[in-house]
């Protein structure tokens, strides 16, 4: 009589157990990227560890994978939907299959500089942007800055004519390749852990990305000019699965949600930091000309891009564009 009864309680008390232990075990959030730890987007998510884990000890676990070392640039996405990570910050340009909206982060010369980006980031339109693929299960936590880009090549590049016919490496961006077919130039797709060797070999001539990525890897030895065009915006969208988000715990996520606003903080600060300390170590390798746009030369390349935004009007939205432009102009 009393055995099943023993035999029943002795269950429950494992089960309470397992329960307890599995209930102690931590949630792990593996953050992937493709760039160096050095970078603004690299030292963000070493800091989102360190501050995750001294403020939600035991509760929380950030594994960091840089340089591509788990996923490279075209799996990270769909390791994010399949739950194989739970954080990555991939650049704007990679969007636009889950919204065409983002897109507007790719129109060339839409942003004057990076004070602008960020009115426009902070703004409501930015703002909406970040839920814009909830659907697709992507919710977007926040924009961390990488810097605008900069031209670089093996030839000088003062006037839009001078990269006619050259190769540029681009993210795969509908965007991007018309911005260099508008100046007569060949755009080819490589994934960012390419692009070193693919300067050096010849496979591409000419690339666009901030002093950051130039310098850490290390394009500056195989690109002999760099024009300072500030052409555009590479920034990224720091990302979850929305599943994963919102099973979280209501008390983890709120903390999770302000360690990620002070991280956004510290990481778009240092990277203009960064992004001309880098240029300096540039100069002083003396691999490299940097190349000054007069304001005259920059408006050229401007102009010849500029048709560009219409072609993607429908797909982003005019009154969006519109409100972007808007932010050039200080309140």
Known sequence: MFK?????LVCTLALSALGSAMAADPVVIKFSHVVAE???KGQGALLFKKLVEERLPGKVKVEVYPNSS??????????LLLGDVQMIAPSLAKFEQYTKTVQLFDLPFLFDDISAVDRFQLSPEGQKLLKSMESKNITGLAYWHNGMKQLSANKPLRAPKDA???????????????QFKAVRANPRKMSFAEVYQGLQTGVVNGAENPYSNIYSQKMHEVQK????SNHGVLDYMLITNTKFWNGLPPDIRTELDKIVVEVTAQVNK???QLNEHDKQRILEAKTTEIITLTPEQRNEWR???KPVWKMFEGDIGADLIKAAEASNKAQ
């Not at 788990?70 to 390791?79: C, N, R, S, V």
């Not at 000019?225 to 300072?228: L, S």
Request: glycine fraction near 6%; charge should be negative; aromatic fraction near 10%.
């Open 164 to 178: 006619r016919g050259l190769k540029f490496r681009v993210q795969a961006s509908a965007v991007l390749e018309e």
């Open 4 to 8: 099943p009864m023993w035999k029943a």
């Open 225 to 228: 000019y760099i024009t300072e």
């Open 70 to 79: 788990l996923f490279g640039d075209g799996k990270e996405m769909e390791a």
């Open 270 to 272: 240092e990277a203009a």
């Open 303 to 305: 102009e010849q891009m």
């Open 38 to 40: 050095q970078t603004p």
